[in-house]
């Protein structure tokens, strides 16, 4: 009961965390999110079992203009992740650390895919605007 309360809680948490489509401070440029679409859907492995790790990401851009070189690369982003957090133990999940320590590293990986496949790094921020465990 304590197991399915605890995800329902993570869930709702991640939810309250969406961001709109479009962001911007006064006196700054518009920043884009884009979505990389179908959620990611990942085995974590515990000690004993495999659990399912299930992820919607966006994307915040520096530069709008640059959403279509970032969405005709969305497959390779795609797989970076899904290699990223497949490569994770489920406890690195399950606390707010953990969690940061994975947005750090999905953001550098997907800097880094954007920045081989168009030259410049256009990713500010990365955003898991949901996470449920399983």
Do not use: W
């Amino acid at each position: 009961m304590m197991k399915k309360l605890s995800r329902l809680l993570c869930a709702i948490v991640a939810a309250s965390l969406m961001s709109p489509a479009f962001a911007q401070s006064e006196g700054d440029a518009p920043s884009l999110y884009v979505e990389l679409g179908q959620p990611l859907v990942v085995n974590v492995f515990s000690q004993d079992s495999v659990h399912f790790v299930r992820a919607t990401v966006q994307l915040k851009l520096s530069d709008p203009s640059l959403a279509p070189q970032v969405k005709a690369h969305l497959p390779a982003i795609r797989h970076n992740l899904i290699m990223l957090l497949s490569d994770r133990a489920l406890f690195e999940f399950q606390t707010t650390a953990g969690k940061r320590k994975i947005r750090d590293d999905a953001l550098a990986t997907v800097r880094q895919v954007v920045k081989e496949q168009t030259g410049t790094a256009a990713i500010d921020s990365i955003f898991f605007t949901s996470l449920m465990l399983q």
